[in-house]
Structures are given as structure tokens and as C-alpha cells.
């Protein structure tokens, strides 16, 4: 006899099954059906904790994404940003940034889901690796302290994001990331004191 999944260790399979159903189906092919039967629970346990679709969705990208963020310790400012830049870009062309691609794509028709992403992304997680990683150059005296402030830790990552939405594909070429890091990152930082 199987004991009945409650708690944490269900809220883990619901978002377990909504990830591989987005990696698999994408947004628009994940539904409540699917993900219950996925992770052997039914709806009504879905919708307990996630009120609609969207919900579910941006909590499952969450899911995927906690796992691979990035966290580099360099030993030194430029190739710390260079690595977060490169992975960041690396994670945007994994099956990972087809599903973001996929519910970015969706929120154009979502009100809902685009608030959803907004409030809670993953952005908040990203721009605290970015903070920590400028509170790290302060402490080594690599950066004024002034320098540790979210709108410079934003800036690179802002960046990245409007390469892609410009650019139209999944991928930025390095020199642009150099750039990123070179002619405008490292200046700002710079710059605070």
C-alpha cells in the first residue's frame, strides 16, 4: 500500500512534473491535467497551492532555474561578471530559456502570467548574485563601496536581456558580453566612488 504524498514532498513532485512538462510541452501545452497525472496527485491538490495555470507555470520555471544559478568566485570583478554573463547566456540557450522564451511568449496574451513573471522571476535571485558579487570586489577593494547598489547590479543582466530581445535569438555572441562587462560594467562600478 502507498502512503499519500503530503506537504513539501508534494508541492516537490507537483513542480518536479509542471518543469518537465514545460521542458517538454512548453507553456502553452502544460495544463493541470497533464501535471497531475505527471506527479500522481489530482487537480484539486494542484489548485490548493497554485490558483490558475500561470501560477503553476512561473513557479515550475523557479523550480528549473534555482538549480543553475550561477554563483562564480573568480578572484577578481571582471572575470567574476564575464562567468555570471556567460552562464547566464549558456542557461538562455539550454532547453531552460526555451521554456522562459515560451511563458515570455505566452504573457503577451496573459496579463495575468506577465504580472506573475514580473513579480516573481528569478530576476530578485539573479540581481542578489550580482549584489553579492559587487560586495565581494568591494571587500577585496576592487570596487568603492558605493558601488553595491541594484540598479548597477541590474545594469549587466538588463543588458543581456535586450541583446536577446533585439537580436531575436537565443544566443549572444561573447564579444558582446566582453563589451557588456568592459565598456559599460566595469566603468559604472568604477564610476560610484
Given at each position: 500500500?502507498?502512503?499519500?504524498?503530503?506537504?513539501?514532498?508534494?508541492?516537490?513532485?507537483?513542480?518536479?512534473?509542471?518543469?518537465?512538462?514545460?521542458?517538454?510541452?512548453?507553456?502553452?501545452?502544460?495544463?493541470?491535467?497533464?501535471?497531475?497525472?505527471?506527479?500522481?496527485?489530482?487537480?484539486?491538490?494542484?489548485?490548493?497551492?497554485?490558483?490558475?495555470?500561470?501560477?503553476?507555470?512561473?513557479?515550475?520555471?523557479?523550480?528549473?532555474?534555482?538549480?543553475?544559478?550561477?554563483?562564480?568566485?573568480?578572484?577578481?570583478?571582471?572575470?567574476?561578471?564575464?562567468?555570471?554573463?556567460?552562464?547566464?547566456?549558456?542557461?538562455?540557450?539550454?532547453?531552460?530559456?526555451?521554456?522562459?522564451?515560451?511563458?515570455?511568449?505566452?504573457?503577451?496574451?496573459?496579463?495575468?502570467?506577465?504580472?506573475?513573471?514580473?513579480?516573481?522571476?528569478?530576476?530578485?535571485?539573479?540581481?542578489?548574485?550580482?549584489?553579492?558579487?559587487?560586495?565581494?570586489?568591494?571587500?577585496r577593494g576592487e570596487a568603492p563601496p558605493t558601488a553595491a547598489h541594484?540598479?548597477?547590479?541590474?545594469?549587466?543582466?538588463?543588458?543581456?536581456?535586450?541583446?536577446?530581445?533585439?537580436?531575436?535569438?537565443?544566443?549572444?555572441?561573447?564579444?558582446?558580453?566582453?563589451?557588456?562587462?568592459?565598456?559599460?560594467?566595469?566603468?559604472?562600478?568604477?564610476?560610484?566612488?
Amino acid at each position: 500500500m502507498s502512503t499519500r504524498r503530503r506537504g513539501a514532498e508534494l508541492e516537490w513532485a507537483i513542480l518536479r512534473a509542471a518543469a518537465q512538462e514545460l521542458r517538454e510541452s512548453g507553456y502553452p501545452g502544460m495544463t493541470m491535467d497533464r501535471v497531475a497525472a505527471r506527479a500522481g496527485t489530482n487537480k484539486n491538490a494542484i489548485y490548493r497551492r497554485w490558483p490558475h495555470r500561470a501560477a503553476l507555470g512561473v513557479a515550475a520555471y523557479r523550480h528549473l532555474t534555482d538549480a543553475v544559478m550561477p554563483d562564480p568566485d573568480t578572484g577578481a570583478l571582471r572575470g567574476d561578471a564575464l562567468e555570471m554573463l556567460r552562464q547566464a547566456n549558456q542557461t538562455w540557450s539550454s532547453p531552460h530559456g526555451a521554456v522562459l522564451r515560451g511563458l515570455l511568449a505566452a504573457a503577451v496574451d496573459d496579463p495575468e502570467l506577465l504580472t506573475l513573471m514580473r513579480e516573481g522571476s528569478g530576476a530578485d535571485t539573479m540581481d542578489r548574485a550580482w549584489l553579492t558579487m559587487i560586495e565581494r570586489a568591494v571587500a577585496r577593494g576592487e570596487a568603492p563601496p558605493t558601488a553595491a547598489h541594484h540598479r548597477v547590479a541590474t545594469t549587466p543582466m538588463m543588458l543581456l536581456r535586450a541583446e536577446y530581445a533585439m537580436r531575436g535569438v537565443p544566443s549572444v555572441p561573447d564579444e558582446v558580453l566582453i563589451e557588456i562587462v568592459d565598456e559599460v560594467f566595469l566603468p559604472l562600478v568604477r564610476g560610484r566612488g
